[in-house]
């Protein structure tokens, strides 16, 4: 028997009942479709955390105050002011595994030129603050060192806030805002950076000297944020490691559970999302994969009703010169062309989910062209194996019971 | 005899129900020449399907000696069996069993999908030439549910006649049809015997159609109780026109 034969004998058997072949493809297709997007939306989450990453440095370390412990009782992240400028600047002289440094303070308010105002967020930093974040400048210049030390009104603005407070056609640079009615003169534009992976505009803020936030707008002696690079992505661990021993001698701290601080690297916090999202994949593609199942088990209760109901065409075909062998063939090639046709419609539609949800949501979606490999090879044994029992039990049919059969 | 197609002796068929042992065959003893139109008769329960299912290699007798066309049957396995009901073999049912939702081509088409050796241009062209010979040039698109019981019956005769078979083998394939319908249908048979040597055996309880073969085997409980030549041969044709006019079949 060749092959050319048994597939025309199959696809003329699945045609004459189309309706219920289409039945019987749904749950495959949907359990397809339902793998690939689900795996898309998995992989585009985890694609955005990384891309993330490099967006804002890989050799990002930073410290944050932490929570305290004492008597037991927890002081709030936030309310605490352990972070001083001499940690920074005890850290810029005994660590040899940074390249750069940073204090970081911010409060955010309202901007306002002429008749605009906006509502945004002020970051003070010192000169290697852009560096470290991987901000650029677009136009203007960078503030300098003696703008520092004498408070200078100065700012870099953001895309974004260009764009709310300046009517078109004013360069905002030598313009003069006022933010918490301090009013700051515009010496830079941030080049544009476009939203992060949690949605928010890193276009919108303003960038001046840590000392002017720190001291005219807050009116604070702290600082909030300690930011460092560290030499390379390979050196985090170490710089981590170094900054946690300088700050413990700062604080004079003796035991890691007394930290009044949290040193923190870009690559572990990225670590940390991946992970989740890494699980939330690993749980939509579980899933999807146990619908795809039971569009298999769909296949194999219709691939068995049909033996049962066929069984006098299978009498018929064995008459006519149909051997057992041409007969098992049958009806796994019609189980493998539902689930494989199935499949591939499925994976069309998988797309088609994904692109919805990537453009109307607006979420990352990745298709992984494993994910569709895969699921294509998942659909084809599922076809053999589903059909398998059904079709050996039509093979071993007999003529005459067959073609008897009531 | 050298040319005999069907050589059977002292066949025997068994069927276990339960306990019970069903003598179908008891010992039959038979042959069939190359070109014959015969008949099987007998009373319902005398063995004559059985008798045709074992001739059809569709059935394995419990004792006892078949040779098709010069081979005895015996030692062969169900793939060999197969291949020869493919090569050698045509059936024609009383309930047609034609695919359905299948054109009538492509039900006649069906033997040659399982013979490898025929490709599919002269697979068709075969099919077309069957359903001529069985006048149906004008239904070959048509679905067994677009056509009349004697329509559907002569479908499933262009299936047994599309791989040249050596015999063909017919149970009650007028059964369930009105009289001037199976009047045709062994008109049609006969017209297959006389003018294309075609070797037929024919299972019938029915006197009337018996009577339009060359031959009559009569079976009772699973022996072979008479053998008679019909003499002058009737022709279904002067039989049709004997009919009373009015009861066509559309
Ligand atoms: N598969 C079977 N199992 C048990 N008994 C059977 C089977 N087939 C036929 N028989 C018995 O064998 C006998 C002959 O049957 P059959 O050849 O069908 O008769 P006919 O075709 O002449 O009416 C009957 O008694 C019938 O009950
Ligand atoms: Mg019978």
């Known amino acids: 028997m060749n092959y050319v034969n048994l597939m025309k004998i199959a696809k003329n058997a699945l045609m004459r009942n189309k309706f219920r072949a289409f039945l019987t493809m749904l749950g495959i297709i949907i359990g397809v479709a339902s793998v690939i997007a689900m795996l898309a939306i998995g992989q585009g989450s985890k694609k955005s955390i990384q891309d993330q990453m490099s967006s804002m440095g890989s050799n990002l370390v930073f410290i944050m105050p932490g929570s305290q412990q004492r008597g037991g009782v927890m002081m709030g992240n936030s309310s605490s002011q352990s972070l001083k400028l001499v940690d920074m600047e005890a850290i810029r002289l005994q660590s040899t595994n940074i390249s750069a440094i940073s204090p970081e303070v911010r409060t955010s308010g309202q901007v306002v030129y002429g008749n605009s105002n906006w509502p945004t967020s002020i970051y003070g930093g010192n000169t290697d603050y852009l560096s470290i974040r991987k901000f650029g400048l677009e136009s203007g210049r960078l503030f300098t060192e003696r703008e520092i030390t004498t408070l200078a009104k100065v700012c870099l603005i953001g895309k974004t806030v260009v764009s709310k407070i300046f009517p078109k056609g004013v360069d905002p640079i030598g313009q003069t805002i006022r933010f918490k009615d301090i009013p700051l003169k515009v010496i830079g534009i941030l080049s544009e950076k476009g939203e992060n992976s949690f949605g928010q505009d890193q276009d919108d803020m303003l960038i001046a000297p840590y000392t002017t936030v720190q001291r005219r707008l807050l009116a604070i002696d702290y600082i909030q944020t300690i930011l460092t690079s560290a030499i390379s992505e390979a050196r985090t661990d170490a710089a981590i490691n170094d900054l946690q021993t300088i700050m413990r001698k700062q604080h004079k701290i003796s035991k890691p559970e007394d930290d009044d601080f949290r040193v923190m690297s870009q690559a572990e916090l990225v670590k940390t999302f991946t992970s989740i999202s890494d699980i939330l994949t690993t749980l939509l593609g579980a899933i999807a994969g146990i ?17 049962t109901e066929r069984t006098r065409e299978i009498g018929l075909r064995m008459s006519i010169g149909g051997k057992g062998r041409d007969i098992l063939m049958q009806f796994l090639i019609e189980s493998t062309m539902l689930s494989v046709v199935g499949g591939l419609i499925g994976i069309g539609l998988g797309y088609l989910v994904s692109a919805v949800v990537g453009t109307m949501m607006g979420w990352p979606v990745v298709i992984m062209t494993q994910s569709v490999v895969l699921s294509f090879l998942v659909c084809a044994a599922i076809g053999i194996f589903f059909g398998w029992y059904p079709a050996k039990k039509a093979s071993n049919l007999n003529p005459i019971d067959a073609l008897r059969y009531e | 005899m050298a040319n005999n197609i069907i050589e059977v002796s002292n066949l025997k068929k068994y069927f276990q129900v339960g306990d019970l042992t069903v003598q179908a065959l008891k010992g039959v003893n038979l042959a069939i020449r190359s070109g014959e139109f015969v008949a099987i008769m007998g009373t319902s329960g005398s063995g004559k399907s059985t008798m045709l299912n074992i001739l059809g290699c569709l059935d394995i007798p419990t004792a006892g000696d078949y040779k098709l066309d010069g081979v005895s049957v015996s030692g062969l396995n169900r793939n060999q069996l197969a291949e020869l009901r493919n090569a050698k073999l045509g059936f024609v049912f009383q309930s047609y069993n034609l695919l359905s939702r299948t054109s009538a081509l492509e039900n006649v088409e069906l033997p040659l999908y399982y013979n490898s050796s025929v490709k599919a241009k002269e697979r068709k062209e075969r099919a ?59 008109e049609l048979f006969q017209r297959l015997n006389e003018d294309h040597g075609k070797t037929i055996v024919f299972v019938t309880h029915e006197p009337d159609i018996a009577r339009l073969t060359s031959r009559n085997i009569i079976f009772r409980d699973g022996w072979v109780v008479k053998e008679q030549m019909t003499g002058e041969k009737v022709s279904a044709a002067e039989m049709l026109k004997s009919l009373p006019v009015g009861d066509h079949e559309v």
């Open chain 1, 291 to 307: 619908s795809l199942l039971v569009g298999g088990i769909g296949i194999m209760n219709i691939m068995y009703v049909s033996v």
């Open chain 2, 128 to 186: 077309m030439a069957a359903l001529e010979a069985v006048g149906l040039t004008d239904r070959i698109h048509h679905m067994p549910n677009q056509l009349s019981g004697g329509q559907q019956q002569r479908v499933a005769i262009a299936r047994s006649l599309v791989n040249d078979p050596v015999v063909i083998l017919a149970d009650e394939a007028t059964g369930n049809l009105d009289t001037r319908t199976s009047y045709e249908i062994m």
